[in-house]
Every structure is written in C-alpha cells, then in structure tokens.
C-alpha cells in the first residue's frame, strides 16, 4: 500500500465525519444502488432514452 493511504487513514480516525456525513453518504450511495437495481431489473424505460443521431464521427448526423 502506498504511505499516502496511511496518512488518510490516520487523519481520518483523528478527525472521524460527522454523523450528518455519514447519513448523507448512506442515502447517496443508497438512492445509486436502487436506482442501479431498478435499472438492472425493470429495465431502463424508453422515454429517457436519448436518441442516437450518430454524432459527427458516427455518420448519420442532423437530417
């Protein structure tokens, strides 16, 4: 391991997050997970599909 993860480390278990940022990252890395569950499950619906124009190396573009 590099010597820079062991200084985060230390600084982290010197001044620990608050327990409002542990809340906040739980409900983040909780509403990324239902909506990757969501998605994996379900399927992701077609009207938020962007449609695909090609772009300027993909051929087609704006017709």
Known sequence: MS???FVKMSRL???PPS???IIL???VIGA???LAGIEKFIG???WMTVNQWGGRFGG???R
Do not use: H, S
């Open 60 to 62: 087609g573009g704006l």
């Open 3 to 5: 010597p820079w993860f």
């Open 32 to 34: 990324a997970l239902t």
């Open 13 to 15: 278990v010197r001044n």
């Open 19 to 21: 327990r409002k940022m």
């Open 44 to 46: 992701w619906p077609d």
């Open 25 to 27: 990252w739980a409900v």
